[in-house]
């Protein structure tokens, strides 16, 4: 099973109309940190507060006629983009999700009418509990990353970046179970073989990385990050998204929790935008000094909006945050 540009391309026509296609705009502070034009991706702006949708909107788009619903786990906003792919198809839409999902994802898919179900502490566990419906009950399953149509969707973000900054030098990617990764790097070298594409998350729990690194999918602990959309292993049957990332990504780079902190309260004060954790590695990687130089515009995504506005609250006042085991320090901001 492969997937190539006519895939991606297919996709867009597909999601058209219902996902947003979203601005790619300047950060006037960031191009001055990153010593090049910076822009910002904002899938914060679709109708979810997440790119999610794309994936979920084509996936779901090619169930079969009959079927009783679709099932996934979920992190949180792939769960969000089914249930809102789901309810404009008429389907009945069962996300599964572990104890360590905030509950504003939970209300979010329940508001749209997805049911959930909360499953162990581990995506593993939850992605066992959406096999089980998928066999007991017909549900049509669809993974949050590992998945073909998954990726086309994704991808579309790679097209729409390279249409409207054909000199782009690199993208920096949000990088978890890789279905966006894969997605926006096939699109984006397919277009333009020279640019340089790389994957940031957290050092805690970074799956993809390690798994790239060992040749084969390496099962992390998980623990609480800024980052939650960036948590979980990458299945240990992975079929896509492992060769993908390995192929396609120049390098994975890892941010701290204290640095995601600092890039959250930066887009807040210096751009005045609301993301959530994994929005901002990409801007994180770069204000920590973690990234070569590029000889052109960089771009990153905003992949989401979606984050527990009571910690967001905590962070852009300075206050400190507990996330489980670790307790971060509180820093007012200081450009
Ligand atoms: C899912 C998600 C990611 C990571 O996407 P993968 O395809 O799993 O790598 C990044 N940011 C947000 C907000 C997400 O919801």
Not at 44 to 49: C, K, S
Not at 148 to 156: C, K, L, R, S
Not at 218 to 234: F, Q
């Amino acid at each position: 099973m492969t997937i190539d540009l006519a895939d991606i391309l297919a996709a867009r026509r597909v999601i058209a109309g219902v996902a947003v296609r979203t601005p790619l705009v300047p950060s006037s502070h960031m191009s001055a940190v990153a010593n090049q034009e910076f822009l910002m991706k904002l899938e914060t702006a679709q109708p979810i507060g997440a790119f999610k949708l794309r994936g979920a909107l084509n996936a779901v788009a090619a169930v079969p006629a009959g079927a009783p619903g679709v099932v996934c786990c979920s992190t949180g906003n792939h769960g969000r983009g089914i249930a809102h792919a789901a309810r404009a198809s008429g389907l009945r839409a069962v996300v599964c999700m572990s104890a360590l999902v905030p509950q504003a994802k939970v209300d979010g898919i329940r508001a749209l009418g997805g049911e959930v179900r909360i499953v162990g502490r581990s995506q593993d566990e939850a992605h066992e509990e959406s096999v089980r419906l998928a066999r007991d009950e017909g549900l049509v399953s669809i993974p949050p990353f590992d998945d073909p149509m998954v990726i086309a969707g994704q991808g579309t973000i790679g097209l729409e970046m390279l249409e409207d900054r054909p000199d782009l030098a690199a993208i920096l990617v949000p990088l978890s179970g890789g279905g966006l990764a894969a997605g926006v790097a096939l699109a984006a070298r397919a277009i333009k073989p020279s640019i340089r594409v790389i994957g940031i998350t957290m050092d805690r729990g970074a799956a993809m990385a390690e798994s790239i690194r060992a040749g084969r999918p390496i099962e992390v602990d998980e623990v609480a990050s800024l980052a939650d959309s960036l948590g979980g292993g990458i299945g240990a049957h992975n079929r896509l998204t492992l060769s993908m990332c390995r192929d396609l990504l120049d390098d994975c780079v890892l941010v701290t929790e204290d640095e995601i902190y600092d890039a959250m309260q930066t887009l807040y004060f210096e751009d005045r935008m609301i993301a959530e954790g994994a929005s901002v590695v990409g801007i994180a990687a770069m204000k920590a000094g973690r990234l070569p130089a590029f000889d052109g515009p960089v771009a990153t995504i905003l992949t989401g909006r979606n984050v527990d506005m009571a910690i967001f609250t905590d962070i852009v006042a300075g206050r400190g945050v507990a996330l489980g085991d670790v307790q971060l320090k509180g820093r007012a901001y200081a450009a």
